[in-house]
């Protein structure tokens, strides 16, 4: 059962840990693209953080399409983990 606020809290956290950007948490947005244009993370980062999510919260990315639907920002990645574990 996770509060979606801080639920947000910690992915910001672990994108900045597990990536080591040299930025606050609280400087991504909710919907801040993290690829591209937005805080413009490489395909490195995303294997990075698909083991993260693995690890800390049970969530397996099965495919590059899921990559591409949960790895868009803050908030897919939230909506996600809560639909993987029940509140």
Do not use: C, W
């Amino acid at each position: 059962m996770h509060d979606t606020n801080e639920l947000k809290r910690q992915v910001r956290q672990m994108l900045v840990e597990n990536l080591m950007l040299q930025i606050q948490p609280e400087e991504i947005t909710d919907e801040l693209p993290l690829f591209g244009e937005g805080l413009g993370l490489d395909s490195v980062d995303a294997l990075q953080i698909v083991v993260a999510l693995d690890k800390s919260y049970g969530l397996k990315i099965k495919d590059a399409e899921m990559a591409r639907a949960v790895l868009k920002n803050v908030v897919t990645i939230v909506a996600a983990i809560q639909s993987h574990k029940p509140s």
